[in-house]
């Protein structure tokens, strides 16, 4: 059973002005009285630094998930770097900065993105709708295929611009996209590679300045929606 851990708490404790990043995690199989347990155990551990009580569900941890927290949470398989709800409700939709951080701690892991849409913006009940997901490389259409090809990193999270091939000749990341106005690598600080354009259906970029260290390339179209790859470990 997937669940996802946010600064909240459990699920979606809290209001949107509260967001930031989620931690996708995996827990076993489990009954009524064992998740109750467990998700008051994970609460008091994300609310720590709270004075109200942990029983409280409407009570949330004022200062977020911070790498620490995460730290605590080992079968956490992503990061979820892009929410389209929190993007239109609170202008807070990316969380790629919590996924570089713990990529500087030498974790690997993923990013994901969703709307997670809510149908309430007054008005424009499907604004906060089909604002973000993942693209899967599966050998079947089936949930289990599904969960492996997750699991692997076989994915990349998007808002709209796709990923056609990404290859390593080299010392180069050569990649063909659909049309898009940049398309960068990204690592440790202030380390990058980037092309512009319009209409860029393709890059090749340099990796000398990643080598023994983690990169992962995003694509960003004319509208400034963005696609984010997994990262690699050169």
């Known amino acids: 059973m997937a ?47 709270d004075d109200r009580r942990c029983g409280q569900r409407d009570a949330a941890p004022r200062d977020g998930i911070t790498p620490e927290d995460a ?9 979820e770097v892009y929410n389209h709800t929190s993007g239109v409700h609170a202008a807070r939709g990316s969380g790629s900065y919590f996924l570089d951080a713990l990529l500087n701690t030498g974790r690997r892991i993923n990013a994901l993105a969703c709307d997670d849409a809510h149908f309430n913006v007054p008005g424009r009940p499907m604004a906060d709708a089909f604002g973000g997901w993942v693209v899967v490389r599966a050998v079947h259409n089936t949930a289990p295929a599904l969960l492996a090809a997750l699991k692997a990193g076989a994915y990349y999270a998007t808002q709209g611009p796709q990923f056609h091939r990404v290859t390593i000749s080299g010392n180069a990341l ?20 980037h092309a512009f354009g319009h209409h860029m259906t393709a890059a090749c970029l340099r990796l000398t300045r990643f080598e023994g260290d983690w990169a992962r390339h995003v694509l960003t ?6 696609a984010r790859s997994n990262s690699i470990l050169l």
């Open 221 to 226: 179209d004319a509208q400034g929606r963005q």
């Open 3 to 49: 669940q996802c851990l946010d600064a909240d708490g459990i699920g979606h404790i809290g209001q949107l002005h509260r967001r930031q990043p989620q931690i996708a995690a995996e827990f076993p199989a489990e009954n009524e009285a064992t998740a109750k347990s467990r998700d008051d155990r994970l609460f008091h551990r994300l609310a720590r630094r």
């Open 71 to 79: 730290a605590t949470i080992p079968g956490a398989h992503a990061v």
């Open 174 to 193: 050569d990649i063909a996209c659909s049309p898009v106005a940049h398309v960068a690598l990204l690592g440790r600080g202030a380390r990058v590679e």
